[in-house]
């Protein structure tokens, strides 16, 4: 259950700083962050059957199709479950008849403004916390059980469909499924499956969906490793190693030489610096440019994503998934960083890691970090 009373105080400050009078989500991922319930039955629309909403009082906005259900099987008992007949009016119509003004919203409401539902999602609340750790060990064991029986002549397909059964067998929807074999992992960055055979070896990167949250991580498995595979996987990993710690150091306001507190807290640019450093640093000072790096995870696969310029602020307790890669091979999971600990979410304790140092850059720890390692068979 998510603790109710954290988002309360935090849409308080919201509706005092901006004048308003209510705020509600509709998007998934902002209806399970306020409830921890799922407001999804059609998987392609971008908006749910219904509409949580703070005014002062926590409150829910459905169809009557949808409201006993919801109430009965995803909902706290702190939620009032309002209902209106499926065929009178659109969602958005009667949210806007129904809730105090002014008000915003983060679906398209007649008179409402935008809300940036991002920004109150984070920093991670503690309960949190403990859910994302339940679902970084379920995506990781799912997606590992499967890597550990690849074989050469297994089609991408296959092995997506065989991490899709898996994860839903555990309650984890699979938004992203990437399996690139040896000719496709390397030829491309988004490697879609395909019936091509793996051949020599696979990238297999996978985000897990459950409740709101989300995992990221990716995993490789070798059979006959190319000559230059070694180099290159080992590259991407010391730019995930940098970018971890280079996210201890901006969250603590170390990488603009401020204070060591949250307060001061540097930029996303300023963690994106540090890994195209790193990209100097280990050889690749152009590969940075073929893909995003990664970013903030939690109610997203990526709350956002790090560019040169980027301005969002670097928080913890906070989810991040970075996923740096050289040209064939990939180096991704999701850590909680934190004040007081990093932490890799996405792990089993049964698959083979590395130490790997970081890159010399100013203002962040040298320590090595655990990162998952290839599985040459």
Same mark, same amino acid.
């Given at each position: 259950?998510?603790?109710?009373?954290?988002?309360?105080?935090?849409?308080?400050?919201?509706?005092?700083?901006?004048?308003?009078?209510?705020?509600?989500?509709?998007?998934?991922?902002?209806?399970?962050?306020?409830?921890?319930?799922?407001?999804?039955?059609?998987?392609?629309?971008?908006?749910?059957?219904?509409?949580?909403?703070?005014?002062?009082?926590?409150?829910?906005?459905?169809?009557?199709?949808?409201?006993?259900?919801?109430?009965?099987?995803?909902?706290?008992?702190?939620?009032?479950?309002?209902?209106?007949?499926?065929?009178?009016?659109?969602?958005?119509?009667?949210?806007?008849?129904?809730?105090?003004?002014?008000?915003?919203?983060?679906?398209?409401?007649?008179?409402?403004?935008?809300?940036?539902?991002?920004?109150?999602?984070?920093?991670?609340?503690?309960?949190?916390?403990?859910?994302?750790?339940?679902?970084?060990?379920?995506?990781?064991?799912?997606?590992?059980?499967?890597?550990?029986?690849?074989?050469?002549?297994?089609?991408?397909?296959?092995?997506?469909?065989?991490?899709?059964?898996?994860?839903?067998?555990?309650?984890?929807?699979?938004?992203?499924?990437?399996?690139?074999?040896?000719?496709?992992?390397?030829?491309?960055?988004?490697?879609?499956?395909?019936?091509?055979?793996?051949?020599?070896? #696979?990238? %297999?990167?996978? $985000?897990?969906? *459950? &409740?709101?949250?989300? =995992?990221?991580?990716? +995993?490789?498995?070798?059979? @006959?490793?190319?000559?230059?595979?070694?180099?290159?996987?080992?590259?991407? #990993?010391? %730019?995930?190693? $940098?970018?971890? *710690? &280079?996210?201890?150091? =901006?969250?603590?306001? +170390?990488?603009?030489?401020? @204070?060591?507190?949250?307060?001061?807290?540097?930029?996303?640019?300023?963690?994106?610096?540090?890994?195209?450093?790193?990209?100097? &640093?280990?050889?690749?000072?152009?590969?940075?440019?073929?893909?995003?790096?990664?970013?903030?995870?939690?109610?997203?696969?990526?709350?956002?994503?790090?560019?040169?310029?980027?301005?969002?602020?670097?928080?913890?307790?906070?989810?991040?998934?970075?996923?740096?890669?050289?040209?064939?091979?990939?180096?991704?999971?999701?850590?909680?960083?934190?004040?007081?600990?990093?932490?890799?979410?996405?792990?089993?304790?049964?698959?083979?890691?590395?130490?790997?140092?970081?890159?010399?850059?100013?203002?962040?720890?040298?320590?090595?970090?655990?990162?998952?390692?290839?599985?040459?068979?």
């Amino acid at each position: 259950m998510v603790d109710t009373a954290a988002r309360t105080d935090r849409l308080d400050a919201y509706l005092d700083e901006r004048g308003l009078e209510a705020v509600w989500f509709a998007r998934p991922n902002g209806f399970a962050w306020l409830t921890g319930g799922d407001n999804v039955v059609d998987a392609d629309a971008p908006t749910g059957v219904a509409a949580a909403g703070y005014d002062g009082d926590l409150r829910v906005i459905t169809d009557d199709i949808e409201a006993d259900r919801l109430a009965d099987e995803e909902l706290p008992d702190a939620f009032a479950v309002e209902s209106f007949p499926w065929y009178a009016d659109s969602l958005a119509d009667a949210v806007a008849e129904r809730s105090p003004a002014p008000a915003a919203a983060d679906f398209d409401v007649p008179g409402f403004e935008d809300v940036d539902g991002s920004r109150l999602r984070q920093p991670l609340t503690d309960d949190d916390i403990e859910r994302y750790r339940e679902l970084g060990r379920e995506v990781a064991a799912a997606v590992e059980t499967v890597c550990r029986n690849l074989e050469p002549e297994d089609p991408e397909y296959e092995v997506a469909a065989g991490i899709d059964i898996s994860l839903a067998s555990r309650d984890v929807d699979t938004p992203v499924v990437l399996v690139g074999g040896a000719e496709r992992a390397e030829a491309y960055r988004h490697f879609t499956p395909t019936d091509a055979a793996l051949g020599d070896y #696979a990238l %297999v990167s996978v $985000t897990g969906e *459950r &409740a709101g949250l989300y =995992a990221s991580m990716t +995993r490789t498995v070798a059979f @006959d490793t190319p000559d230059w595979f070694e180099q290159r996987h080992r590259a991407a #990993a010391r %730019v995930e190693a $940098t970018a971890i *710690r &280079a996210t201890e150091a =901006a969250a603590a306001g +170390r990488l603009s030489g401020g @204070d060591d507190t949250a307060d001061t807290a540097d930029t996303a640019g300023d963690v994106f610096a540090a890994i195209r450093a790193a990209y100097d &640093a280990v050889g690749f000072p152009d590969e940075w440019e073929n893909h995003h790096q990664g970013g903030a995870a939690g109610f997203a696969g990526r709350e956002w994503i790090a560019t040169p310029d980027g301005d969002e602020p670097v928080r913890w307790p906070m989810g991040y998934a970075w996923n740096p890669t050289v040209q064939g091979t990939k180096s991704e999971d999701t850590h909680l960083v934190a004040p007081d600990l990093t932490e890799r979410l996405t792990k089993t304790g049964r698959w083979p890691t590395h130490e790997v140092e970081p890159v010399d850059v100013a203002g962040i720890d040298a320590d090595p970090v655990e990162l998952a390692a290839p599985v040459i068979r």
